[in-house]
């Protein structure tokens, strides 16, 4: 494997970046978009261990730590959902410029921002496939205050979540026309039943892929349950990248 770590400039800020390619580069890539104050590892390191078999594959990847997030520039009270959208579109298009043939994952928050990167007109014919992991479409946020929460240990503003109910995941979903494998855990405790069968159910009329995790939370998901995934993800992206 190559490894290459660097920061990136992207709207004044260093953008902390890990490509992973495999010795004989095939001109794929996954790029990986972590969730809500998550890092490029991704929950249980599960980017970390889907980028080695993926390497094993033939695949590249490329891991990033969000604006605000991680060992990226920006604190973390000051995250925005746009920027994750617009970090996401940006290394999109670099990698289709480069020659490559480019599919999105997401994970929670990184899902839904992946979505809605991949179905902007100047991408949603380019991006080959995008795995869903757990997204949030929050289509039912109704907080238009911009106060300051806290979770963990870390305070962000609220206007992150406004940002994603207006840009639109179901409209976005509608319009994305390449491939989807969507995977949610049978018992998610943070994505409501009514947005998580919602979603389900578009994804099917789509006559999309769609995994439940019997028994899984949102994350993360037990380690044998994960292999499992990592498998049928290897399998899907070989057939539509």
């Known amino acids: 494997m190559n490894k290459k770590v660097a920061f990136e400039l992207i709207s004044d800020k260093k953008i902390f970046t890990i490509l992973s390619e495999p010795e004989h580069s095939q001109k794929k890539i ?13 929950p249980a390191r599960s980017f970390v261990n889907f980028t080695n078999i993926l390497i094993k594959h033939g695949f590249s990847t490329l891991r990033f730590d969000q604006p605000n997030c991680g ?26 410029e480069a020659g490559y043939q480019v599919a999105l994952l997401g994970q929670s928050m990184g899902a839904t921002a992946s979505l809605i990167a991949a179905s902007q007109a100047d991408l949603k014919s380019k ?12 289509s039912d946020y109704d907080n238009h205050s911009d106060i300051i929460a806290e979770e963990n240990g870390e305070k962000y503003h609220m206007t992150f979540w406004r940002e994603a109910k207006e840009m639109d995941f179901f409209k976005c979903l509608d319009l994305y026309t390449n491939s989807l494998h969507l995977v949610y855990g049978e018992k998610d405790k943070y994505v409501s039943d ?9 994804v099917k009329d789509k006559n999309q892929k769609v995994t439940i995790l019997k028994g899984q939370d949102h994350s993360p998901w037990e380690y044998d349950v994960s292999q499992a995934v990592f498998k049928e993800e290897i399998e899907f992206l070989k057939k539509h990248i």
């Open 30 to 42: 996954v790029i990986m978009s972590h969730g809500f104050r998550g890092t490029s590892t991704g």
């Open 194 to 202: 009514n947005l998580r069968l919602k979603t389900i159910q578009k």
């Open 71 to 96: 060992n990226s520039d920006g604190e973390f009270l000051h995250v925005s959902f746009r920027e994750w959208v617009n970090t996401i579109t940006h290394f999109a298009n670099k990698y289709i």
């Open 127 to 138: 991006i080959k496939c995008v795995l869903l992991w757990v997204p949030d479409p929050k």
